[in-house]
């Protein structure tokens, strides 16, 4: 695979080599030496480095990051409306539903994921080789890089369909790497989730939670069991998050987007003090008309005025006779000391919570999870005696609501519950095969045995 290359591999040497982006944000001191490669895992300090280097790369450019998969998706989908027409970075594209194989953003959400993947594999097969790291901090260690893992693997199947799944360093092998199934690729993560469960404590090893954790394993252990139909299980899984003494649902919504929130699950730390997270800046303008992206039409129409979150997570931009609404979660584009890009939070688990009780009939205490948002809003709760099929409904349009911009919910819910059909009636160019996004065709080209291309592309 392209993304696996000889330059890949040069450049996670040097990075290695010379342990940069380890960074403050990780609070991991950096040797003053260069040491060798092969040296790097044999003490718990350079091993910790090159661990922080890959929660770096997933902050600067992997599909978690605040500019990537949330923004590709808000556009694919209908929470946003692109402005910005001659961009050359694919958006436009992907916001008309006119995905190609060599769309740029295709292209690079699949490259830079894979590349992460192999830095992953890469301090895996370190770890395992390693003999003067404590079985403690190994197991902390490989946990946490196998976890990461399984996270970037299932997006990837979400968006891609069926992948390959590579677990080594192994150039030859990785370019020539047929695809897994996507219910293979399920299974797999399953199996890797469970261990990173043995593995992973509860506790966080950085009280800013910029680190993934045992209930972070649970919160994917639940997603991987709605995707095959295991409700009864996801809510399992869910539960012991939910109930679990690290988190607190917050109350407050001018607060949900604090650093120090104990509803957060897994957050990443800008780069340097002061710095805004990059959704701050992404989805920002003002006194003009939007040249890049607005909240779309159809997420607007979906709020009640009343909606504390239109007030608190919404900018309203009005010019002559035209108005726009920006997402302003984010709020500090400068000397920010309050906010981190959340990842993850309690609130998901809850309307999963919520949706995996709704799919088992259990209507009264879904409605327990749902309620919870819903009333933080100023919206009034959701009573007894909805239909299961309403009350479904209901959850899926809170979700919307509650996850606009982040992290590509809108999509994931609508794939998870099979209606991402429904965006024909918002987005004009939608086809049935855009539930899949193409492979890219760079890759196509360098390694055969990734055909067939996903259908219509």
């Known amino acids: 695979m392209k993304t696996i290359t000889n330059i890949t591999i040069l450049l996670f040497s040097l990075l290695l080599l010379n342990l940069i982006s380890c960074e403050e944000m990780l609070e991991v001191d950096v ?24 929660y770096s790369s997933l902050r600067d450019n992997s599909l978690l990051a605040g500019d990537k998969m949330g923004l590709f998706l808000s556009n694919y989908t209908d929470d946003l409306t692109c402005y910005a027409t001659t961009a050359t970075n694919g958006i436009y594209e992907i916001s008309q539903n006119q995905l190609i194989s060599s769309n740029a953003a295709v292209y690079s959400l699949w490259s830079n994921t894979y590349q992460q993947i192999y830095f992953s594999n890469s301090i895996l097969e370190g770890l395992e080789k390693s003999s003067g790291i404590s079985n403690t901090d190994k197991r902390r260690m490989k946990g946490e890089a196998l976890l990461i893992r399984c996270i970037l693997y299932f997006y990837l199947q979400q968006i891609y369909g069926d992948i390959p799944y590579l677990t080594t360093t192994d150039y030859t092998a990785n370019n020539t790497s047929s695809k ?15 261990e990173c469960y043995i593995l992973l404590a509860d506790e966080y090893s950085n009280s800013e939670r910029i680190f993934v954790n045992r ?10 069991y709605f995707a095959e ?10 539960k012991s998050i939910a109930q679990s003494s690290l988190y607190t649902f917050e109350t407050d919504i001018a607060k949900v987007f604090q650093k120090s929130g104990k509803h957060i699950l897994w957050q990443l730390k800008p780069k340097n003090s002061g710095d805004a997270t990059k959704e701050a800046s992404l989805y920002y303008f003002t006194g003009a008309a939007p040249s890049s992206y607005a909240l779309s039409t159809s997420l607007m129409s979906s709020f009640a005025s009343s909606d504390f979150r239109k007030s608190n997570w919404m900018a309203v931009i009005t010019v002559g006779a035209n108005t726009w609404y920006r997402a302003d979660k984010y709020k500090n584009r400068s000397n920010n000391t309050t906010e981190y890009s959340i990842v993850f939070r309690l609130e998901e688990v809850y309307l999963l919570l919520s949706e995996s009780l709704a799919k088992q009939n259990k209507l009264n205490e879904a409605l327990l999870y749902l309620n919870a948002t819903r009333q933080r809003a100023g919206l009034s709760a959701v009573t007894s005696g909805i239909s299961q099929s309403d009350l479904i409904t209901e959850i899926a349009s809170e979700n919307r609501r509650e996850f606009f911009t982040e992290m590509g919910h809108r999509f994931f819910d609508l794939k998870r519950n099979n209606n991402l059909n429904s965006l024909i009636s918002s987005k004009p ?29």
Do not use: C
């Open 429 to 457: 160019n939608w086809q049935t095969n855009h539930q899949l996004w193409p492979i890219p065709q760079k890759d196509l080209e360098l390694n055969s045995n990734l055909n067939p291309q996903n259908p219509g592309y």
């Open 180 to 194: 897994l199934s996507s219910d293979d690729v399920l299974v797999r993560l399953e199996n890797d989730l469970n």
């Open 215 to 224: 209930k972070v394993a649970e919160l994917m252990m639940a997603k991987v």
């Open 229 to 238: 139909q295991r409700p009864a299980d996801a809510e399992a899984k869910l």
């Open 31 to 54: 040797p003053e030496n260069q040491i060798d490669k092969n040296n790097v895992f044999q003490d718990t300090q350079t091993a910790n480095s090159a661990l922080s280097a890959l």
